[in-house]
């Protein structure tokens, strides 16, 4: 098993130039991630390029979750719905601790968009294409029933609601465990690497590519005459890199989401709900001390690099809550943060962004370039299936595509060593008695599960007791993430391996000079270093808060 530490990137790219791999894979979002870790079962050595941090394209501005699409079925797209609803339960058992199954509730009103039998029948169909198990069948809740569950729900119009099976995730993480895995089986997965150039033998078929280390401005050569093109909305600059014209076309449609104290929007329950003009529906989703909601869908056509949630979607987002729900009205300054996301559609023409399948395609190019776009974070273990397919075709006689197929759906993600519920739950149980014990509150272990899996007994195992028992437990996080996960800055910690920025974005602020202190003395930074760091992370922060105007204090807390 490869060991991830600290010096594992540097060590790696000392080591890659001119190197030959069986497949090169572009992009370290979910797609490529599912891809790496599919071949690296297979015992294909493989090598994923990203450009930035991993996940930090659409992979991590998703709404979270797993789920099969439900409004897909409005578009007839059973064929789409039956497979991404299958893969809810296969990707549950494999990546337990991360993929949560969470009721959702549908209210139905008169005179709203659903109908009480539109709504049965599009369930009942949701529920059969996904092979729901009975006992999570959906089921009809009456008006007085609906507003137990969720007294947030407005009485007056209300039929009752359906409450129906989803799944929650955290997609940052998710994606890192997909890596994670692929790593551990021997794959080379680098962020920052961004690749630059395609190369082809003869000028015709693929034999490597260039990519540029952006830490150090070094540019490097490796060699494949695989190649897979994941790079999500930025797959038209590799099909430009290709010089072969793309037969289809991306369509990037860009979605919002707004994250508000949960206390501002106390839901009980998640909630899928009709906007005002009854002609779109948003996700209304308690998670941790936030609740968060979206989302837009508009096309996009600026650079990606100019990318940020615009005032009509914020305004749009707090219109459609306010609209809905029975709470003194949101307003901008309530919003703790936001993120943004691009959906890579493989564009139809004449069809609305919101009516464009979001089924994955695969396009081969005359260079034997394979490009995977479009699909869902859901989909990520099929995608990874039918591109090594295809790429056992096109590399027809070479040995490590051949043989036998893996069986994905069995094997665990790192960090998933529980069988059923019940290992998780104990799992759990156990680490809120450690916690207490740490004098840490017990309530934060959930929370620590979910991230980490049984790998957080490595965090507890590494606590510093010169300090009150929380920091202890944050500054082991660090190191951890600096040691085991490739954590880099502390941007990429409050970003892909916790999330504080959006949902403890006060307690991320509170705590930055201990998360410098420890980056400092793990990376080994020079005061010059540090500074461009902070000068980083001040400079990062208000891109997911600046739509509002909240004043931001000299120590940066929101006032
Ligand atoms: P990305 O995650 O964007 O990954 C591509 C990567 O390639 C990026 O990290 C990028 O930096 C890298 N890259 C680009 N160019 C280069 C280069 N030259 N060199 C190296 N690396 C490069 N799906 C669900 O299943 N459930 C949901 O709830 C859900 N909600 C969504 C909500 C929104 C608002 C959006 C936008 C999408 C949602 N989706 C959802 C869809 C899902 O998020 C996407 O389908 C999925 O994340 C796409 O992953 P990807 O790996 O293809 O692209």
Redesign the pocket.
């Known amino acids: 098993m490869t060991a991830i530490t600290a010096s594992y990137r540097e060590r790696c790219l000392e080591n890659l130039n001119a190197a030959s791999f069986d497949l090169i894979i572009?992009?370290?979002?979910?797609?490529?991630?599912g891809i790496a870790w599919d071949a690296s079962l297979k015992g294909i050595k493989v090598l994923l390029?990203?450009?930035?941090d991993?996940?930090?394209?659409?992979?991590s501005?998703?709404?979270?979750?797993?789920?099969g699409g439900l409004r897909y079925l409005k578009q007839f797209q059973f064929q789409q719905v039956f497979e991404?609803g299958r893969e809810r339960a296969i990707v549950h058992s494999i990546a337990r601790f991360l993929v949560r199954p969470e009721k959702m509730l549908l209210p139905i009103y008169s005179g709203g968009s659903l109908s009480r039998i539109s709504a049965y029948l599009a369930l009942w169909l949701y529920d059969f294409l996904a092979g729901v198990k009975p006992a999570d069948a959906f089921r009809f809740l009456g008006p007085i029933e609906s507003s137990l569950k969720e007294p947030l729900l407005p009485k007056k119009g209300l039929l009752g609601a359906f409450l129906y099976s989803e799944y929650q995730t955290d997609?940052y993480r998710l994606t890192w465990a997909l890596l994670q895995s692929a790593i551990e089986k021997g794959a080379i997965c680098l962020p920052y690497?961004?690749?630059?150039n395609l190369l082809r033998e003869k000028g015709k078929h693929l034999s490597g590519l260039t990519?540029r280390d952006t830490l150090t401005g070094k540019v490097h050569q490796v060699n494949s005459s695989a190649i897979v093109n994941?790079?999500?909305?930025?797959v038209p600059?590799?099909l430009v890199m290709d010089a072969y014209p793309a037969k289809k076309h991306l369509l990037l449609?860009k979605?919002?989401?707004i994250v508000v104290p949960h206390h501002y929007l106390p839901l009980k329950q998640a909630i899928y709900f009709d906007d005002f003009s009854k002609s779109r529906m948003l996700f209304a989703i308690p998670r941790w001390e936030t609740t968060y909601i979206?989302?837009t869908d508009i096309v996009y056509a600026e650079p990606i690099h100019l990318l940020g949630s615009s005032k009509e979607e914020v305004d749009y987002i707090l219109l459609a809550v306010n609209a809905f729900f029975s709470i003194t009205g949101l307003q901008s300054k309530d919003i703790i943060s936001s993120w943004v996301?691009?959906?890579?559609l493989v564009y139809e023409v004449g069809k609305l962004s919101t009516d464009i399948s979001?089924k994955d395609e695969i396009m081969v190019s005359p260079s034997g370039l394979l490009t995977i776009?479009?699909?869902?974070?859901?989909?990520f273990r099929k995608m990874a299936e039918k591109s090594l397919k295809v790429l056992v075709n096109l590399q027809k006689g070479k040995k490590p595509f051949q043989g036998n197929k893996t069986k994905t759906h069995r094997v665990p993600l790192a960090g998933n060593s529980f069988e059923t519920a019940q290992d998780l739950e104990n799992y759990v149980l156990s680490c809120q008695e450690s916690f207490r014990v740490l004098q840490i509150n017990p309530a934060l272990a959930e929370r620590y599960v979910r991230r980490y899996g049984d790998r957080l007994n490595q965090i507890l195992d590494d606590l510093d007791w010169s300090l009150q028992p929380e920091d202890a437990l944050l500054s082991a996080e660090i190191r951890y993430g600096i040691h085991r996960e490739m954590v880099l800055f502390p941007t990429d910690f409050i970003q892909r391996q916790t999330g504080m920025v959006w949902y403890e974005k006060n307690r991320c602020l509170e705590k930055k000079n201990l998360i410098f202190d420890v980056f400092t003395k793990e990376m080994q930074w020079d005061e010059k270093t540090r500074q461009k760091q902070e000068a980083l992370w001040a400079a990062f922060l208000p891109t997911v808060t600046s739509f509002h105007n909240n004043e931001i204090n000299d120590t940066g807390l929101s006032a």
């Open positions: 572009i992009g370290g979002g979910i797609t490529g991630a390029l990203e450009q930035s991993f996940a930090s394209g659409t992979s501005k998703s709404t979270k979750l797993i789920h991404v997609d690497c961004q690749v630059m990519f994941a790079a999500g909305p930025w600059d590799i449609s979605g919002t989401h979206g989302t996301g691009l959906r890579p979001r776009a479009g699909g869902k974070l859901t989909g």
